[in-house]
């Protein structure tokens, strides 16, 4: 195994750039399309909301405080977004069947709605990107990803 000391710099520098290059398109790309899930939606909120959507597919919604934890925030921080996102009625809360005393947040049913618009444009988007690519250059392609996610989750020493 290389350390990243031992990767020649211009290895690093490609990949680097392509990463950069893709996460810039895709927050452009986010944003443009933040306005067809709320006109009044911050990019903060939205982050939030898809966080909802994701960790709680088909419903159930999710507390408060594991979203914090799912985007990497401060308590504080999810309950003002979320504070915004109930006023714009793309989220509720609702009892937890499990603990009377706690609130669960869910998505309202016109948020489950227009996220899952978005997702579909953007997944025909990146079909239309990859439709000449072969099967294996796909297998590989999400193996490296996955690869970069887990090395980007470990924890810094």
Excluded: C
């Amino acid at each position: 195994m290389t350390t990243p000391a031992q990767v020649p710099f211009d290895l690093t520098h490609d990949v680097e750039y392509e990463v950069t290059r893709l996460l810039r398109r895709a927050r452009l790309r986010g944003l443009g399309t933040i306005a067809q899930i709320h006109p009044e939606l911050d990019f903060a909120s939205y982050l939030l909301l898809v966080a909802i959507s994701d960790a709680k597919p088909g419903g159930g919604g999710i507390r408060g405080s594991d979203l914090a934890d799912a985007v990497s925030v401060h308590k504080s921080t999810v309950s003002r977004g979320i504070a915004q996102l109930e006023r714009l009625g793309l989220v509720e809360r609702v009892p937890d069947p499990t603990d009377g005393r706690a609130r669960l947040i869910s998505l309202t049913p016109v948020a489950a709605e227009r996220i899952a618009a978005v997702q579909a444009a953007r997944r025909a988007t990146l079909a239309r990107a990859i439709a000449d690519w072969d099967e294996q250059d796909l297998d590989v392609l999400a193996q490296l990803l996955g690869r970069l996610n887990a090395g980007l989750e470990r924890p810094v020493e």
